[in-house]
């Protein structure tokens, strides 16, 4: 272990350690007051102004135009150190692979001719805090320092070396480093170029305005994650993140995304914190076990999360149920899986897209000992590399390490691989090269080396030519950078196999740039399995079912059956099978017969009567009730296609309405007919004066205040429940449901029905009663008699519909024989009625003109009379006879 290296100020040594992480308060509202962060750096920095040239533990390499370089060099240092142990890859590889693009820059003649590049290179230790302590030197030259008071001993101005001018910054690693960093070097507008950096946060151009980054944000890589997961029909997933930025950030915009796109569900959100406590892990995996369907797992971590992750998974005995999507972090690592290869496979990882840059491999297998002097941190790389000691004055051999000879290769006596952000570090250098060069061409026109203009480079001017470049960099591929700074995004999506391949292993099976190319025919999942496994909260419903789902999880329902006669309608509602009727069934025929040959036989006999409408016939049959009782009539015809039409919420209001009316109105006019011949013929046999209300007007009116009734019934039934239709499925249920039908029918119930004509069939019977009452009254007088047959005769046809309409409950053919009973009665009833009452006055009137005229020349009156007087003589002697004796009156008429 190398000893803790000394700070970068020598004069705060003594309270270095203390003051670093509390030297600035963490409110960021502290980052927007430069006069107090001046003044701060002021008191840091003052008392190290006159040995500012001396920075032991950073690389300086000389140039007219200077670069930043932040780089992990080393990792975390133990609790009250800063640093830790040396980072080989992600530290010195990429460290050296900003010193080889600076050789190749310099060494370029098209490239920024006569400008050398130099560089300070710092090394962050992993630390934000730490880093940001360090980063202060880039800024150092931009403070404007009073020494107008600074004396020296012999009372002489000193002299104080001009820090150099950083114009650029190529880093940081760490996105909480390079937010930190970036916090500061915005106040002092110095443009940051990052080349591992992939916090979406620092995507906000309002905070983080002077930062660009080479490589793409995570908020891509979300995206890229959310098209595999669909593209794999998942829907329903959990995801995991190591506590920190990176974890955080990327499960966020992964979350953000899906929910924008629609359609996919997180189960669990997981967060694995910085230091787990044993049996954290185990607990994890209870957690994800608690959604066992989402089998899909997205996971934000670092390496070791994702190692003891899939360990845990193995003692749970739960080898092959989570599928992993990961994250760059996993990539194509085999560090992350060793050991736990069985549970990894089939995991989808993904990694920016990136090329191995041979150039720099032939420069970095090169380096020694001898020729890299430059590079301060190479002998501890050394040292780590080759498992070696080398000797210092004053220490000590370890004797259990062998003494380094020098004569050692990278590559040769060590493995060695190229770092994979290599190729974004060099492309960072690049970037900053080619703004520089558009920079100086535009500034200084035909100058060699650097002019007034650019002496100093001007940040915000600078940060406006690297959002403007675009070159092919290291890889072949295009470097440029949106309005936010960020790189496009280019990934590699690869899957770890394990069987049917010779090299068992992390396999490429598609790319995302901007949108997804995945060859799903290459993948395969646990044991060779080429099925996709699902990951979804519910299955799909089979058909005839739909979807109840379930609240506040749009991905998770329970399936319903469409219960009875109902079909899926969509995949949410289950609708009343439709039902299609016409009236060209063959049950409908012998009812519709009837009907038209009834409305025309009635049409017939109004015709007839308003054409002879002043004959004797006509006016003996009293023409103002006989056109109420024969609309009637039509009435009760018509109601027969209404019965058969297509039930609707018009149908079935006009059904309500006529269904009682034909025949309420058909039973009022004879009842008001009967009932006045009965009230005749009973004050003929007390006296002389005629009873009242027998004109044609009262006639009229008694009908009307007798149907009104119906009326106003069936308008307070519209009220209370208005018409529509149902299907009803139970009426028509055969044993075989293939056969099964739904009937499509009014709101109308059986009884609802019977309540309908139960009016009118109260008028009847009282007609009737009525009808008996008077069957003593002379044949000729008002159709007494036939008023009579009528009735018995309708009474006969409803007495029989009873049965027949109620006796068929249980049949399949319920609604079609009930129908066809009903209409048939009715329109048996209303023939009837016209058939005694109306036919043989029209056959008289047609075809035997010569009766219709006054008998024997009498004067109509005398006609009355004598009937009167016959009808009264026979109603005495009857009840004369039935008394036990006759009685002679006097005839009173004469």
Not at 355 to 377: K, P, T
Not at 513 to 541: A, H, K, Y
Not at 674 to 693: D, L, M
Request: charged residues 20%; neutral net charge; aromatic residues 10%.
């Amino acid at each position: 272990m190398t000893p803790p290296l000394p700070p970068p100020f020598p004069h705060l040594h003594h309270h270095h350690h203390h003051q670093s992480a509390a030297s600035f308060p963490p409110s960021r509202s502290s980052w927007h007051r430069p006069t107090w962060l001046l003044w701060m750096l002021w008191a840091w920095l003052s008392p190290a102004w006159a040995h500012q040239h001396s920075h032991p533990h950073s690389i300086k390499i000389p140039g007219d135009i200077t670069l930043g370089g932040l780089f992990p060099v080393h990792a975390k240092g133990p609790s009250g150190l800063p640093c830790g142990e040396i980072k080989k890859e992600k530290g010195i590889h990429r460290m050296e692979a900003m010193l080889y693009a600076l050789d190749q820059i310099n060494s370029d003649p098209d490239l920024l001719p006569n400008i050398t590049l130099g560089a300070r290179i710092l090394d962050t230790c992993s630390r934000d805090t730490y880093a940001l302590e360090q980063s202060l030197t880039f800024v150092q030259a931009l403070i404007q320092k009073d020494t107008s008071d600074i004396r020296c001993s012999n009372g002489e101005q000193p002299i104080i070396r001009k820090p150099e001018r950083v114009v650029g910054v190529i880093g940081a690693s760490a996105s909480s480093v390079s937010i930190m960093v970036a916090n500061v070097l915005r106040l002092f507008e110095i443009p940051q170029i990052s080349y591992a950096s992939t916090a979406p946060e620092l995507s906000d151009n309002n905070r983080y305005d002077f930062f660009s980054r080479v490589v793409p944000p995570d908020s891509y890589q979300a995206q890229a994650m959310v098209d595999i997961v669909k593209a794999l029909g998942w829907n329903y997933v959990s995801t995991l993140a190591s506590e920190g930025n990176y974890g955080e950030s990327g499960v966020d915009a992964f979350v953000q995304i899906s929910r924008e796109a629609g359609g996919l569900c997180i189960a669990q959100s997981i967060k694995i914190p910085r230091d787990p406590k044993p049996g954290e892990y185990d607990k994890l995996i209870k957690r994800l076990m608690e959604t066992p369907n989402a089998r899909g797992v997205i996971i934000f971590a670092n390496e070791d999360d994702i190692k003891q992750v899939l360990e845990a998974a193995k003692r749970a005995n739960l080898t092959g149920h989570f599928k992993f999507v990961g994250s760059d972090s996993w990539g194509a690592k085999s560090t992350p899986i060793l050991d736990h290869e069985d549970v990894a496979e089939g995991a989808v990882t993904i990694l920016p897209k990136r090329a191995s840059i041979e150039g720099f491999d032939q420069y970095f297998m090169s380096r020694s000992l001898e020729n890299n002097r430059r590079n301060i941190w190479f002998a501890e790389f050394w040292e780590d590399d080759f498992r070696c000691k080398l000797t210092r004055p004053g220490i000590k051999l370890d004797p259990e390490k062998k003494k380094c000879t020098g004569n050692e290769r990278i590559g040769r006596d060590t493995p060695y691989e190229q770092e994979g952000k290599v190729q974004f570090v060099i492309d960072a250098v690049y970037a900053m090269a080619h703004a520089l060069h558009n920079m100086h061409q535009d500034l200084c026109p035909g100058a060699i080396g650097v002019c007034d203009k650019m002496d100093p480079v001007e940040g915000r001017l600078l940060l406006s030519y690297i959002r403007s470049v675009n070159f092919n960099g290291s890889a072949g591929t295009g470097v440029l950078f949106n309005e936010n700074g960020d790189a496009p995004g280019r990934y590699d999506i690869f899957q770890y196999q394990m069987t049917n391949t010779s090299n068992p292993g992390y396999r490429v099976i598609g790319q995302w740039t901007n949108n997804l190319r995945l060859n799903v025919e290459e993948m395969q999942w646990s044991e060779g399995d080429r099925q996709i496994p699902d990951s979804v909260c519910s299955f799909p419903c089979r058909p005839g079912e739909r979807k109840k789902m379930v609240k506040g999880v749009p991905c998770c329902w329970h399936c319903e059956l469409c219960d009875g006669y109902q079909y899926q309608a969509d995949e949410f509602n289950c609708e009343m099978c439709p039902f299609d009727m016409s009236g060209t069934r063959p049950w409908a025929i012998i009812p519709l017969f009837l009907a038209i040959l009834g409305i025309v036989a009635t049409l017939s006999v109004i015709v007839t009567f308003i054409r002879f409408n002043d004959t004797p016939i006509v006016r003996a049959a009293g023409r103002e009730l006989s056109y109420v009782l024969l609309v009637g009539i039509f009435l009760i015809y018509f109601i027969t296609f209404l019965m058969i039409a297509e039930p609707g919420a018009v149908v079935c209001a006009f059904r309500r309405l006529l269904l009682g009316l034909g025949m309420c109105i058909t039973y009022s006019a004879m009842l008001t007919k009967t009932n006045r011949i009965y009230r005749i013929f009973e004050q003929g046999k007390k006296s002389v004066t005629p009873p009242k209300f027998i004109s044609p007007t009262s006639q009229l009116v008694i009908t009307f205040i007798l149907i009104s009734i119906q009326v106003v019934g069936v308008f307070i039934w519209f009220g209370v429940v208005p018409p529509h239709t149902t299907v009803d499925y139970e009426e028509q249920r055969p044993p075989n449901p293939e056969l099964a039908r739904g009937v499509l029918k009014c709101d109308m119930s059986d009884l609802s029905l019977i309540c309908c004509l139960s009016y009118s069939i109260v008028l009847m019977v009282t007609c009737t009663v009525y009808a008996v009452k008077s069957r003593g009254v002379p044949e000729t007088f008002n159709e007494a008699k036939p008023i009579g047959f009528t009735m018995y005769t309708t009474c006969i046809v409803w007495l029989a519909f009873v049965p027949i309409f109620f006796g068929t409950a249980q049949s399949t053919e319920k609604m079609f024989i009930q129908t066809t009973t009903l209409t048939v009665s009715m329109s048996l009833s209303a023939s009837v009625s016209l058939g005694m009452l109306y036919i043989p006055k029209v056959y008289v009137i047609i075809f035997h003109p010569e009766q219709n005229v006054q008998k024997r020349k009498r004067s109509f009156k005398a006609v009355v009379q004598a009937a009167t007087m016959s009808t009264r003589l026979s109603q005495k002697s009857n009840s004369d006879k039935q008394n036990g004796e006759t009685k002679i009156e006097p005839d009173r008429t004469q």
